[in-house]
C-alpha cells in the first residue's frame, strides 16, 4: 500500500463524505441519516474553509488571521457554553512565546472565545530556556499563579503527581474527540493514577530534515566518489554515513555558498537542548529488545555513561570541527530558524516545525529543497544487558526520538472550589485543543505538530496548498516515528528536565574541551545517581515501569 492510500484510509476525506452525502440525497434520505451527513459535510467544508486562511505559501499567518480561525471553530464551545455565561470571569494562562508562536496564537484563537463566554485571559509569556525553571518554582514552592498551563507530557509526573492539576471533566473529552489521538499520545500519556489531565495540542518526534539539492548535487557526487567515499552519494540512512558525509563537505562549495554537513546545538536551551544528543543516541542505545535507553528499569542506573552514549557524545566532538565555525554557541533555535531555514546546513534533527515553517513563513529559503525521513540509523547498537554492540540480522538499528510527547493544555486544580471559573477554564482548554482547530494549526507555523489519525489525510494538505511529494515525505516521517516498534519514549517521571539540565550544564564542558567524552557522561551519571537519591529511588523506579508500560 503506498503512503497516499495509507494515509488516506485513516478517516473520511471530502471525496467520501460527498459520495456519501449524494447516495444519501440520492435514496431521499431524511431524519437522522441527512442530519448526520449534513453535519460531517459541515464540518468538511469548515476544514477546507480554514485551511485556506492565509493559505500555504501565501506569507506567514497574521494576529487577524489566528482570530478568524478561532471564530470559525467556536461551534463546539457553543455547543457547551451559554453566551455570556463566564461573565466576569478571570483566567490567568502561562505558556511559551518561542518564535513568536505558542501563546500569540493561543491569544488570537481566543479572543473570539473571551468575546462569546464573557471571560478575560491574562497571560505568562515565557521563552523556551526559561520555562523548566519557572515551571519548578511553582512546583517546588506550591505556589501555583496560574489557571491554565501549556505543558508537556514528561513534567505530569512533577505535576499531576502532586495534586496540582484538574481532572478534565467527560464533556471536555467528547467536544474534543479525544480517541481521536495517534496511539502513542493515547494514554497512559495525559493520564496519572487513571486519571485524565491534558488536552493534546501537540505530538512530538524528532525527524531528520535534509537538503535536497545537496544530495542530488552531480559535482558533490563526482566529488565524493573521486576522494574514494564508500558507496553512492546520497542521503545518509545510518549516523555513520552521517558523520562521513560532514566531515567531507568541510571546505566543499554548493551554489557559491560554504557547504555543511549536519548541524549540532550544543548551546544549552533549559533541558530542552539534550533532547538533540538524544536523537543522536537512540539509534546506538535504544535496542530493540530493551525499553529502556536512559536508566536501568529495575535501578534507575543512569546509562548516559554507557558505550552507545559516550559514542554519541564522541561524534558532536567529532563533528564540530567540520560545521559552522561559532557553532559550539548554537541553541536548537540556531540551528532550525536562523541556519537551516536560512539556506546553512544540509542535515538537522528537530521537531516537526521545520517542515511547516519551511512552506509557511516569509523567512524560509529551503521550502522547495526539504526532504524528510525518520531520525538515521545505526550499523550496531549497543546492548545494554550484555555489555556488546550487536548488529542486527534486519539491517541498521532505528530508535526514532519521540521527544518530549507534545504540548498539552492542563488546568490547574486551584479553579476546582469555583465552578464558573472551572467551566471557563476548561472550556478555554477545550477550544484550544479542538479537532478543526488542530489541523489548522499542523499546517501552520505553531510550535505543533500531528497528532490526531485525523491529521493523516494528504488531500487536504493538498487542499491547503502543500505539494504532494513534499506532504506525503513530511508526514510518513512522522508517522512512521510515533508508530515504529522501536521508538525511544522518555519517562514522565519527577525531576525529568532536572536531570536534562544537569546533562547540559556538564555537556557543555566536554563539547569545550574541558572533559573527555566518558569522563563528562561519567559526571553527568554521578549527578543523576545523586538527584535520583534526592527524590526517592524506589519511587522513581515505580515511576519510570509504570510510564514505560
Same mark, same amino acid.
Given at each position: 500500500?503506498?503512503?497516499?492510500?495509507? &494515509?488516506?484510509?485513516?478517516?473520511?476525506?471530502?471525496?467520501?463524505?460527498?459520495?456519501?452525502?449524494?447516495?444519501?440525497?440520492?435514496?431521499?434520505?431524511?431524519?437522522?441519516?441527512?442530519?448526520?451527513?449534513? *453535519?460531517?459535510?459541515?464540518?468538511?467544508? !469548515?476544514?477546507?474553509?480554514?485551511?485556506?486562511?492565509?493559505?500555504?505559501?501565501?506569507?506567514?499567518?497574521?494576529?487577524?488571521?489566528?482570530?478568524?480561525?478561532?471564530?470559525?471553530?467556536?461551534?463546539?464551545?457553543?455547543?457547551?457554553?451559554?453566551?455570556?455565561?463566564?461573565?466576569?470571569?478571570?483566567?490567568?494562562?502561562?505558556?511559551?512565546?518561542?518564535?513568536?508562536?505558542?501563546?500569540?496564537?493561543?491569544?488570537?484563537?481566543?479572543?473570539?472565545?473571551?468575546?462569546?463566554?464573557?471571560?478575560?485571559?491574562?497571560?505568562? %509569556?515565557?521563552?523556551?530556556?526559561?520555562?523548566?525553571?519557572? !515551571?519548578?518554582?511553582?512546583?517546588?514552592?506550591?505556589?501555583?499563579?496560574?489557571?491554565?498551563?501549556?505543558?508537556?507530557?514528561?513534567?505530569?509526573?512533577?505535576?499531576?503527581?502532586?495534586?496540582?492539576?484538574?481532572?478534565?471533566?467527560?464533556?471536555?473529552?467528547?467536544?474534543?474527540?479525544?480517541?481521536?489521538?495517534?496511539? &502513542?499520545?493515547?494514554?497512559?500519556?495525559?493520564?496519572?493514577?487513571?486519571?485524565?489531565?491534558?488536552?493534546?495540542?501537540?505530538?512530538?518526534?524528532?525527524?531528520?530534515?535534509?537538503?535536497? %539539492?545537496?544530495?542530488?548535487?552531480?559535482?558533490?557526487?563526482?566529488?565524493?566518489?573521486?576522494?574514494?567515499?564508500?558507496?553512492?552519494?546520497?542521503?545518509?540512512?545510518?549516523?555513520?554515513?552521517?558523520?562521513?558525509?560532514?566531515?567531507?563537505?568541510?571546505?566543499?562549495?554548493?551554489?557559491?555558498?560554504?557547504?555543511?554537513?549536519?548541524?549540532?546545538?550544543?548551546?544549552?536551551?533549559?533541558?530542552?537542548?539534550?533532547?538533540?544528543?538524544?536523537?543522536?543516541?537512540?539509534?546506538?542505545?535504544?535496542?530493540?529488545?530493551?525499553?529502556?535507553?536512559?536508566?536501568?528499569?529495575?535501578?534507575?542506573?543512569? *546509562?548516559?555513561?554507557?558505550?552507545?552514549?559516550?559514542?554519541?557524545?564522541?561524534?558532536?566532538?567529532?563533528?564540530?570541527?567540520?560545521?559552522?565555525?561559532?557553532?559550539?554557541?548554537?541553541?536548537?533555535?540556531?540551528?532550525?530558524?536562523?541556519?537551516?531555514?536560512?539556506?546553512?546546513?544540509?542535515?538537522?534533527?528537530?521537531?516537526?516545525?521545520?517542515?511547516?515553517?519551511?512552506?509557511?513563513?516569509?523567512?524560509?529559503?529551503?521550502?522547495?529543497?526539504?526532504?524528510?525521513?525518520?531520525?538515521?540509523?545505526?550499523?550496531?547498537?549497543?546492548?545494554?544487558?550484555?555489555?556488546?554492540?550487536?548488529? !542486527?540480522?534486519?539491517?541498521?538499528?532505528?530508535?526514532?526520538?519521540?521527544? &518530549?510527547?507534545?504540548?498539552?493544555?492542563?488546568?490547574?486544580?486551584?479553579?476546582?472550589?469555583?465552578?464558573?471559573?472551572?467551566?471557563?477554564?476548561?472550556?478555554?482548554?477545550?477550544?484550544?485543543?479542538?479537532? %478543526?482547530?488542530?489541523?489548522?494549526?499542523?499546517?501552520?507555523?505553531?510550535?505543533?505538530?500531528?497528532? *490526531?489519525?485525523?491529521?493523516?489525510?494528504?488531500?487536504?494538505?493538498?487542499?491547503?496548498?502543500?505539494?504532494?511529494?513534499?506532504?506525503?515525505?513530511?508526514?510518513?516521517?512522522?508517522?512512521?516515528?510515533?508508530?515504529?516498534?522501536?521508538?525511544?519514549?522518555?519517562? *514522565?517521571?519527577?525531576?525529568?528536565?532536572?536531570?536534562?539540565?544537569?546533562?547540559?550544564?556538564?555537556?557543555?564542558?566536554?563539547?569545550?574541551?574541558?572533559?573527555?567524552?566518558?569522563?563528562?557522561?561519567?559526571?553527568?551519571?554521578?549527578?543523576?545517581?545523586?538527584?535520583?537519591?534526592?527524590?526517592?529511588?524506589?519511587?522513581?523506579?515505580?515511576?519510570?515501569?509504570?510510564?514505560?508500560?
Amino acid at each position: 500500500m503506498n503512503q497516499h492510500d495509507q &494515509y488516506q484510509g485513516t478517516g473520511p476525506n471530502r471525496r467520501s463524505v460527498l459520495k456519501g452525502a449524494a447516495g444519501a440525497a440520492a435514496l431521499g434520505t431524511t431524519g437522522a441519516l441527512g442530519a448526520l451527513t449534513e *453535519r460531517a459535510l459541515a464540518q468538511d467544508n !469548515l476544514r477546507a474553509r480554514i485551511l485556506q486562511i492565509p493559505g500555504v505559501g501565501k506569507g506567514a499567518p497574521t494576529d487577524a488571521d489566528w482570530q478568524k480561525v478561532g471564530e470559525l471553530c467556536l461551534e463546539p464551545t457553543k455547543a457547551n457554553v451559554k453566551e455570556g455565561e463566564f461573565k466576569g470571569v478571570e483566567l490567568s494562562f502561562m505558556g511559551l512565546n518561542n518564535q513568536n508562536l505558542h501563546n500569540l496564537l493561543f491569544r488570537g484563537f481566543l479572543k473570539p472565545w473571551e468575546a462569546y463566554t464573557g471571560a478575560k485571559i491574562s497571560w505568562i %509569556d515565557l521563552a523556551q530556556a526559561d520555562y523548566n525553571p519557572r !515551571l519548578q518554582q511553582a512546583i517546588a514552592t506550591g505556589t501555583v499563579d496560574f489557571d491554565i498551563l501549556e505543558m508537556g507530557a514528561p513534567f505530569e509526573g512533577d505535576v499531576c503527581g502532586k495534586g496540582l492539576a484538574s481532572e478534565m471533566p467527560d464533556w471536555v473529552k467528547k467536544q474534543i474527540d479525544i480517541d481521536d489521538y495517534v496511539d &502513542y499520545l493515547k494514554p497512559p500519556v495525559g493520564t496519572w493514577n487513571g486519571k485524565t489531565y491534558r488536552v493534546t495540542i501537540d505530538g512530538d518526534c524528532h525527524n531528520f530534515n535534509y537538503r535536497t %539539492d545537496y544530495f542530488s548535487d552531480p559535482a558533490l557526487a563526482k566529488a565524493w566518489k573521486d576522494a574514494g567515499n564508500q558507496g553512492e552519494w546520497g542521503v545518509p540512512k545510518t549516523w555513520q554515513q552521517v558523520q562521513a558525509v560532514t566531515k567531507f563537505l568541510k571546505g566543499k562549495k554548493i551554489k557559491g555558498q560554504n557547504a555543511f554537513g549536519y548541524l549540532d546545538a550544543p548551546k544549552p536551551w533549559g533541558g530542552f537542548g539534550f533532547y538533540f544528543l538524544g536523537s543522536r543516541a537512540s539509534a546506538y542505545a535504544k535496542h530493540p529488545d530493551d525499553k529502556a535507553w536512559l536508566f536501568d528499569v529495575d535501578t534507575m542506573k543512569p *546509562r548516559i555513561n554507557n558505550p552507545g552514549w559516550v559514542r554519541a557524545i564522541q561524534d558532536v566532538i567529532d563533528a564540530l570541527p567540520s560545521e559552522p565555525a561559532d557553532q559550539l554557541n548554537a541553541d536548537p533555535n540556531t540551528t532550525g530558524f536562523q541556519q537551516f531555514l536560512a539556506g546553512i546546513g544540509s542535515m538537522i534533527p528537530w521537531w516537526g516545525d521545520i517542515g511547516q515553517v519551511a512552506k509557511a513563513s516569509d523567512t524560509s529559503v529551503v521550502g522547495d529543497i526539504v526532504g524528510f525521513d525518520i531520525l538515521p540509523g545505526s550499523d550496531d547498537v549497543y546492548n545494554a544487558k550484555t555489555g556488546n554492540w550487536d548488529k !542486527l540480522a534486519s539491517g541498521p538499528n532505528h530508535a526514532p526520538n519521540c521527544a &518530549y510527547l507534545g504540548w498539552g493544555v492542563y488546568v490547574m486544580a486551584r479553579v476546582a472550589g469555583d465552578e464558573r471559573k472551572h467551566k471557563a477554564a476548561w472550556s478555554a482548554a477545550a477550544h484550544l485543543g479542538g479537532k %478543526d482547530l488542530s489541523l489548522w494549526t499542523v499546517m501552520y507555523p505553531s510550535g505543533f505538530q500531528v497528532h *490526531r489519525t485525523s491529521h493523516s489525510s494528504i488531500d487536504e494538505w493538498v487542499a491547503a496548498g502543500y505539494d504532494r511529494k513534499y506532504i506525503t515525505s513530511y508526514l510518513n516521517s512522522q508517522f512512521s516515528s510515533y508508530n515504529h516498534p522501536n521508538r525511544a519514549v522518555e519517562p *514522565r517521571i519527577p525531576g525529568i528536565f532536572q536531570y536534562y539540565s544537569i546533562a547540559e550544564d556538564e555537556l557543555t564542558k566536554i563539547f569545550a574541551g574541558k572533559a573527555s567524552a566518558q569522563a563528562g557522561a561519567d559526571n553527568i551519571a554521578a549527578a543523576w545517581e545523586k538527584l535520583t537519591d534526592q527524590i526517592g529511588r524506589e519511587k522513581q523506579i515505580a515511576l519510570y515501569k509504570a510510564s514505560l508500560g
